[in-house]
């Protein structure tokens, strides 16, 4: 399965970060929803790599990481 946002999705995405994250911390990963794709990104690097996954993988990890 290809997971590819459109590039107008890229442009418009809006990032947000753990509520868990102290509000000045920039040690932490960002997340962005497009349809389809669940986009992941360093805070630290916001213009670095992007990691894409589908929301099922997207809902199973976060499902593993609150257990």
Known sequence: MSIK???GDLFSLEWV???YSASD???CIEVAHTPGT???RDSK???GARLAVGPD???GFV???AA
Do not use: G, T
């Open 57 to 59: 993988a997207w809902n």
């Open 25 to 27: 911390s920039n040690e």
């Open 5 to 7: 946002p459109s590039v």
């Open 17 to 19: 970060k753990s509520s």
């Open 63 to 65: 499902a593993h990481a």
């Open 45 to 47: 690097r916001p213009e």
């Open 38 to 40: 669940v986009l992941v």
